[in-house]
Structure formats: C-alpha cells, structure tokens
DNA sequence: TTATCTATATATAACCC
DNA sequence: TGGGTTATATATAGATA
C-alpha cells in the first residue's frame, strides 16, 4: 500500500531553487505575512506598513490605517540637526546602540546554545571539509582542536563591538524617533 | 486540586486591554513578523520592508536589502535631486559603509578558515561543556555531529546580514551602493 | 494561480521565576 | 523585565484538484 506524503515537513530556511514550489511559498506566506500584521494591529492598537516584492518584482502591500500615512510618518521621524535636539539625539543613538548590543549579543548566545546542544554541528564541518579541503578523522578531533572554537567565537565578538563603536564614532548612526498615533482602517493591496 | 491553565489559549482579535499583556504581545509578535518576513525574502528571494509603530509611537522595522531601498522602489523610483552637499555626504557614508562591510566579511571568512584549520576548536567546546554542560566525549563525537557546526555559522552570517540591515532599517545607517543605484542619486527624503 | 486537505512544525497565551 | 515552560492555537509543506 502506498503512503503518500502528507502533513507539513520541516524544510531549511534558504532559497528555494523549485519555481513553482517558490511561487506557491511565497503566496501562502505573504497571506500569513499580511495577516498577523493586521492582527497586531488589531491586537495592540499599533500602526504598520508592509511592503512585499516577490521574486517577479510584483509588490504587494498592506498598511494600517495605510501604507502612505506610515512611510510618510516613518520618514518624517528624521529630525534636523538642531542645537536643541542634539542632545536627545545623543541619548537616542545610545540607547539604540545598546539595544544593537543586546540584539548580538543574544544572536551569538543563541548560537552557543545550538552549538552545546550539538544541533549545528554536522553541516559546519561537512562544509569545512567541502570549502577548505580540511580531511583530519574527524573522530580524531580531540578537546584540544575543539576548543579553539570559542576564541574565534569571542574575537568575532570582540570585533563586533569595535566596528560598532566605528559607526558611532564617525556619527553614521542617526537617531530614530518617537512620534504620535492614529488608528482606523487597514488597506491591502497589490499594485501593478 | 485545581490545575492551572497552562498553555496557548484562543483570544480574539480584538484590542487587548491589559497593557501588560499588550506590550508583552506586541513584543512577542512582532518579533514572529519580522523573523517570517526575513523568511519569506529567504526563501523566495523577495524584497520587502516592515514599519511597525508600537502603542507608544515607537518605530521599528525590518527591511530586506533595506527599508529604504524598499520604500523608494515602492515609490516608484522617485528620482528625488539631492542638492551637492547631501549628494557627497552620501557617497562618504557609502564608502565608509563599504569598508565597513568588507571588515565583516573578512572577519567572518577569517573566521571560517580558523575553524577549517581547527585552530579554534578547543576552547570552544570547553566553553561549552564549561558553559552548558554539554559533556558528551569529545572523541566520540562523529562527522554527523560536527557537520553541524556549519549550520550555526551560516546562522550566524545570516543573523549578521539581518542585524546590519537592522540598522539600516533604523536609518542608524545609510542605504548600501546597491540599494541605492536604482536612483540617481537620493534615497534620502527629508521634510522641509 | 487559487483552494482544499492532512500531518506537522511553529508560534504564542498564560504562567512562573 | 526578561527569560523559560507548557499546552494549544495556528501556520504551512506537500500532494491534489
């Protein structure tokens, strides 16, 4: 007896080479995409703006309460330099480095984890050995070369927060915002 | 005794009163949005871009290769003349955003070639055991376990793309050279 | 492309630290 | 506040029509 294939399977987060396996992704996740913006908006009286182009350059979009009010308040958030403002720019462009911190940091914690819970390591090596020729018996490694992972981890790190206060420092940060609110309506489109 | 409800419950798409409980959900989902619409531009090479203002007017968003990008091609490639100084501000940022790439990029090849040599493999596994108490014998450890090492330094590489185009979706950074060749010259509106 | 039907993979509401 | 846990509600991959 035949056992076709049913239910949901789990499948790699990276491009999808089959075109119409794509197209079909791409459409029910869209719809999905579309819908929990809404929700959220719904659910927490906040405003939002999606702007989606598929792999044809086709976009589509939804806004609550539209697309244009959104970009146009998002765009707007940009403040002129001003004396007066200097200041709060400051605080704000720290706080948000520090938020940008956190976020790596707890990017790269995540990945230890996944790496002491053994759930990424098959791939790295295999394409280790595929990218740079590397044949040692694998089950040769011994805790020695293992643990050098982490230094390269930890430079990485390191390097991350130097090349932060980089941007920092040559003022390419600028800062973000806040601003009011408004609510009704929602539009979902697709231009052409 | 009388158990405790635990679990995922059903809730209606309505506004949520509880302020506690909204910020918690809007945090939450928010969270899921952006990481499906990082997803979706994965797995069907998409574009998009997300603006999502929380309760208190504070923007977020996420954006694919950046938001800005996105809201300009969605504008209809708005060919908006930047006056001279503006223009050769955004080259300097541009190149500067470069180097700055380019840094990374090194880093992270650096990176992988020190893992391919294995000179970086035993702290990391000491950490590790030290950290998670992950104490499986090192020597035991197959190809099937170590291959999966590079799934997490492709999470990684992703994770950093996401990252950085974070901060361009903030506007903490200017649009990339490519982004920005679809214009002319602007890709940065301000309000008079 | 759009819709339906599973069987599962994921997201997440309520709770607890 | 932020992180976990758990039970469930939902989303969605694959096959089909």
Redesign the interface.
């Known amino acids: 007896m035949e056992r076709k294939q049913k239910g949901r399977k789990k499948?790699e987060?990276?491009?999808?080479r089959d075109s119409t396996t794509?197209?079909v992704?791409?459409s029910k996740?869209?719809y999905?995409?579309f819908k929990?913006?809404s929700?959220?908006c719904?659910?927490?009286?906040?405003?939002?703006?999606?702007?989606?182009?598929?792999?044809q350059g086709k976009?589509f979009?939804f806004g609550h309460p539209d697309?244009h009010s959104?970009?146009n308040?998002?765009?707007?958030?940009?403040p002129?330099t001003n004396d007066g403002i200097a200041a709060i720019e400051e605080a704000l462009?720290r706080d948000?480095i520090r938020d940008?911190n956190k976020?790596?940091d707890e990017?790269?914690k995540q990945?230890?984890?996944?790496?002491?819970?053994?759930?990424?390591?098959?791939?790295?090596?295999?394409?280790?050995q595929d990218?740079?020729g590397?044949h040692?018996p694998?089950?040769?490694?011994?805790?020695?070369?293992?643990?050098?992972?982490?230094?390269?981890?930890e430079?990485?790190k390191r390097?991350m927060d130097t090349?932060i206060n980089?941007?920092w420092i040559?003022e390419?940060?600028?800062p973000?915002?806040?601003?009011?609110?408004s609510s009704s309506l929602g539009s979902n489109q697709e231009?052409d």
């Open positions: 499948i987060i990276k491009k999808i794509q197209l992704t791409f996740r869209k999905g995409l929990s913006t929700e959220l719904t659910l927490c009286g906040a405003d939002a703006a999606i702007i989606v182009f598929s792999p976009p979009t697309v959104i970009i308040r998002y765009s707007n958030q940009t002129q462009k948000r940008l976020q790596l990017q790269l990945l230890e984890k996944e790496m002491a819970q053994g759930e990424a390591l098959d791939k790295m090596i295999k394409e280790l990218h740079y590397w040692a694998v089950n040769e490694l011994g805790l020695h070369d293992l643990e050098k992972l982490s230094v390269s981890l430079d990485l390097n090349w980089e941007l040559n390419l940060l600028i973000s915002e806040q601003s009011i609110h231009v």
